[in-house]
């Protein structure tokens, strides 16, 4: 059984949508193992965010993402992980398909970082790492 990481964003939790994307989670048959309201640090996010380091969207991110609390989630399944990639749906809310989490809830503001409501994580790997980053103590 696999465990993931799921952010939801800070544009998530304003718009009052966390438990609507927790629903989600749980209504796909997902077991909730930790969910905590967070206000990331900049280290914590930069460690998160390593593989993006030195893209120009880097900095703006985790500024974008430490603008609010974030709700962070781990979800537990049988392929969890690509399940959850596929109920958020493509990173640009504008294309995600309808029946996605951002293709549903998600739309393009202009801004210079896309507001994409959840993060979740993209492999195994990254799902390990993520998760003794968040949690620690999991
Ligand atoms: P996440 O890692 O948040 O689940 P993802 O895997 O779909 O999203 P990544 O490519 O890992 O997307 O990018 C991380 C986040 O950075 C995106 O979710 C989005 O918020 C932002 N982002 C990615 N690419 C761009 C871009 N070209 N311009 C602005 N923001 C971007």
Redesign the pocket.
């Known amino acids: 059984t696999q465990r993931t990481l799921v952010l939801v964003k800070p544009d998530g939790v304003r718009r009052g949508l966390s438990g609507e994307i927790v629903r989600r989670i749980e209504a796909k048959g997902y077991t909730l193992v930790a969910v905590e309201l967070r206000e990331p640090s900049e280290a914590l996010l930069a460690e998160h965010y390593a593989e993006?380091a030195g893209k120009p969207?880097v900095t703006p991110?985790i500024e974008f993402m430490r603008s609010g609390p974030v709700l962070a989630v781990v979800a537990e399944g049988h392929r969890a992980i690509e399940g959850f990639r596929s109920l958020a749906g493509a990173?640009d809310p504008t294309v995600a398909a309808p029946g996605t989490i951002r293709g549903d809830l998600g739309r393009d503001w202009g801004l210079?970082?896309?507001q994409?409501l959840v993060?979740?994580s993209?492999s195994e790997e990254s799902a390990a790492r993520e998760i003794a980053l968040w949690f620690p103590a999991l």
Do not use: A, S
């Open positions: 993006h969207f991110l990173t210079k970082v896309i994409n993060h979740g993209d």
